[in-house]
């Protein structure tokens, strides 16, 4: 019987945190025995010369550390667009503005990919000119729009949703997911209860998404989650294994 999987996600390392986030993903790598995947906000917009050649640097570093890197949105904060559906606008005002790709029309949608592949490319640029190519594609807070998984795969990236993960060739893995970011505080126990017992169950491909405002504060119970993980049998894999 093949082994139960578990991705661990970081969520929303970008120019703005990356001095803060370097050492809790060290911490977590030396925890959990291996890098992992994380997710990069692209966007170097109104930043200084220095920290844009400061996150370049981070980067380099994590990829030849073995961390797997994936493109997170563009901006992580949503626009104006004429494209934009109801049900886009409600995802907006429910996220405070963070779910950029909710509810775009065809056109919207690729500009806006587009925009997040040259912000990518220009922070792997190399002498040789072909930058490192993200792996997967996760658009911010998972609100998306009916185009955009085509699109992703299109790029030759994984798409990953709330639910579910599909891979560059249309295969598809149901994939709960433990997320603790942007939850009511009440709700908070509950959601570490609810990732505990995904650990156990034997379907599908359990995520656990964190995020820079996760930590300190619930550092010790991230890492019991990892842990229970572990024990229960889930073997850490990456989005390029699936």
């Known amino acids: 019987m093949a082994a139960k999987?578990?991705?661990?996600?970081?969520?929303?390392?970008?120019?703005?945190?990356?001095?803060?986030?370097?050492?809790?993903?060290?911490?977590l790598k030396e925890f959990v025995g291996?890098?992992?995947?994380?997710?990069?906000?692209?966007?170097?917009?109104?930043?200084?010369?220095?920290?844009?050649?400061?996150?370049?640097?981070?980067l380099a570093q994590l990829k030849d550390e073995g961390f797997e890197?994936?493109?997170?949105?563009?901006?992580?904060?949503?626009?104006?667009?004429?494209?934009?559906?109801?049900?886009?606008?409600?995802?907006?005002?429910?996220?405070n503005r963070e779910a950029e790709f909710a509810g775009l029309s065809e056109f919207e949608s690729s500009r806006l990919l587009q925009q997040g592949l040259a912000a990518w490319n220009n922070l792997f640029e190399t002498a040789s000119g072909t930058p490192t190519k993200p792996i997967a594609f996760v658009p911010p807070?998972?609100?998306?729009?009916?185009?955009?998984?085509?699109?992703?795969?299109?790029?030759?990236?994984?798409?990953?949703?709330?639910?579910?993960?599909?891979?560059?060739?249309?295969?598809?893995?149901?994939?709960?997911?433990?997320?603790?970011?942007?939850?009511?505080?009440?709700?908070?126990?509950?959601?570490?209860?609810?990732?505990?017992?995904?650990?156990?169950?034997?379907?599908g491909i359990l995520r656990i998404a964190l995020h820079p405002t996760d930590f300190p504060t619930h550092q010790a119970r991230i890492k019991h989650l990892i842990r229970a993980a572990l024990g229960n049998g889930r073997v850490l894999t990456r989005y390029e294994n699936l």
């Not at 578990?6 to 001095?19: A, E, P, R, T």
């Not at 992992?36 to 917009?45: A, C, G, Q, Y």
């Open 5 to 27: 999987k578990f991705l661990l996600c970081f969520h929303d390392f970008s120019v703005w945190n990356y001095q803060t986030v370097m050492p809790i993903l060290e911490d």
């Open 141 to 203: 807070t998972w609100w998306s729009n009916k185009y955009l998984h085509l699109q992703v795969r299109g790029e030759g990236m994984l798409y990953e949703d709330r639910f579910s993960l599909t891979n560059k060739k249309g295969k598809r893995y149901a994939s709960p997911v433990a997320s603790f970011a942007g939850i009511p505080d009440f709700a908070v126990n509950p959601m570490f209860n609810l990732g505990e017992f995904f650990t156990k169950i034997p379907a």
């Open 34 to 58: 291996a890098p992992f995947s994380v997710l990069v906000i692209p966007d170097t917009e109104n930043t200084e010369e220095p920290a844009t050649a400061g996150f370049k640097a981070a």
């Open 69 to 95: 890197l994936a493109l997170h949105g563009f901006k992580h904060k949503a626009e104006f667009s004429q494209g934009r559906s109801y049900a886009g606008l409600a995802a907006m005002s429910m996220t």
